[in-house]
Nanobody, 123 residues
């Protein structure tokens, strides 16, 4: 069973960058599709970026396309999210999640979640 731990969040000024990491403790990380999701106060959890088990397929929400990049290193059991050009609308708790099912946008389809890392963008 995968256990996921996010890191890299923090406070950043608008226009700045952050790199989130998600370390997986299981031995089958490369068998999972992975995703980054976020949840702002009073809002539903939404998908931000997804990546297939091989890294060959990626998806980005329209709101982050061209600014965020998802990647993974299966040898290091680590998922990344490079976030550039941050704005106040990116402020949220960011979660990484894993699924052995289909690569999907729906948070409910992911059965392994990290504890989340706070990203706050000041304007």
């Amino acid at each position: 069973q995968e256990q996921l731990v996010e890191s890299g969040g923090g406070l950043v000024q608008a226009g700045g960058s952050l790199r989130l990491s998600c370390a997986a403790s299981g031995r089958t990380f490369s068998n999972y599709h992975m995703g980054w999701f976020r949840q702002a106060p009073g809002k539903e959890r939404e998908s931000v970026a997804l990546i297939s088990w091989s890294g060959g397929t990626t998806y980005y929400a329209d709101s982050v396309k061209g600014r965020f990049t998802i990647s993974r290193d299966n040898a290091k059991n680590t998922l990344y999210l490079q976030m550039n050009g941050l704005n106040s609308e990116d402020t949220a708790v960011y979660y990484c999640a894993a699924t052995r099912g289909l690569l999907t946008l729906r948070p409910g389809d992911y059965n392994h979640w990290g504890q989340g890392t706070q990203v706050t963008v000041s304007s």
